[in-house]
């Protein structure tokens, strides 16, 4: 079975949605209160971040306060989610695959275009920090599996036990039927994306995961693929992806928003139009998530989803608040 066919068969329909037709379902979107929300901003610096995950903005806005890169930002924000446990899509305490094992992808991407990646690694809690020494201590992009973990060992990382309790309990519960079925806004997180514009206007972007709850042993999403999970580009903007992987790595979503900026459109209509590029690709199947954020160099903001329940934090010197996102189809 191809990977298409998987996803199809393995995915709940849901009533209602996968019936919507294309046009209607847009409109719908629109007359339902769902506008664009872009959020103007002239002031820097500036921290967002895919769903309302406080600590990891507050994090990251201290770091700039205190006159921080935007890189630095980015890793020490996401660094909180990927050490929360109780955040079950990301880091230690994630989901496991369909065979038990916690496996991490992420990556980060900096002012000068450099990034580094992790996919498929276990053991080690904080996989946006070896991303970084993936970028920083070699001269490759993207480090998989045994040998990204061996990596970071040798940068000093430690081995940790990333299954907890609670997950492994869940997995066990899941075991009993392992029905194959990613589950929409699944506890109003998923993918951790934190995007930041520094004291010196620049920008860099991080992306980090534990990947679909139950995946086929060796999956890796969106996430730590460069373009499809995040991208950055300080001349334009970045932006950063969360929901089903495979449908963002077919639109290469983040490049696609920021390729959008580049051509002028704003944050909040760049991810409506890769939100739309993917639903057109998918008319008979809506039953998942995507949600796209994004920033400009000017500090401007905006975020899309498919379905509503998607959020997006944003911390600048006007303030700390989590945005609802604009959706394409209403509640
Ligand atoms: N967006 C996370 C994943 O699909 O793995």
Avoid at 16 to 44: H, M, Y
Avoid at 95 to 115: E, F, H, Q, W, Y
Wanted: charged share 25%; proline share 4%.
């Amino acid at each position: 079975m191809n990977r298409r066919k998987f996803l199809e068969k393995s995915t709940l329909s849901t009533a209602g949605i996968l019936s919507t037709p294309l046009i209607a379902g847009e409109r719908q979107g629109l007359e339902s209160g769902n506008s664009p929300n872009p959020s103007s901003i002239d002031l820097k610096p500036i921290v967002i971040a895919t769903w309302d995950v406080p600590n990891a903005t507050e994090k990251a806005w201290s770091v700039l306060q205190n006159g921080g890169s935007a890189l630095d930002a980015v890793e020490q924000g996401v660094r909180i989610e990927e050490a929360d446990e109780n955040n079950q899509s990301v880091g230690k305490g994630g989901r496991p695959d369909r065979d038990g094992n916690v496996t991490l992808d992420a990556c980060i991407m900096d002012k000068d275009s450099n990034c580094g990646s992790v996919v498929y690694l276990q053991n080690i809690a904080h996989p946006i920090s070896v991303a970084r020494k993936v970028m920083e201590e070699t001269p490759h992009v993207i480090l998989a599996g045994k040998g990204a973990e061996q990596f970071a060992y040798s940068q000093g990382f430690e081995k940790e036990e990333l299954l907890t309790e609670k997950s492994k309990q869940e997995w066990l519960q899941w075991k009993k039927t392992a029905q194959y079925r990613p589950v929409i806004n699944i506890e109003n997180h998923d993918t951790i994306g934190m995007l930041a514009i520094d004291g010196n206007g620049d920008i860099a972007g991080a992306c980090t995961t534990s990947g679909m709850a139950y995946k086929i042993a060796g999956r890796v999403g969106d996430s730590p693929i460069i373009g499809a999970g995040l991208f950055v580009d300080n001349e334009v903007g970045g932006a950063t992806a969360t929901g089903v992987g495979e449908e963002v790595i077919r639109t290469v979503g983040s490049f696609l928003v920021v390729e959008l900026m580049r051509q002028g459109k704003s944050p909040q209509e760049a991810c409506r139009t890769a939100v739309q590029r993917i639903i057109e690709k998918n008319k008979d199947k809506l039953d998942f998530q995507i949600g796209f954020i994004a920033i400009n160099r000017n500090g401007e903001t905006g975020g899309f989803c498919i379905h509503p329940g998607f959020s997006y934090r944003v911390y600048s010197g006007k303030g700390h608040k989590n945005n609802p996102s604009s959706s394409y189809l209403a509640k």
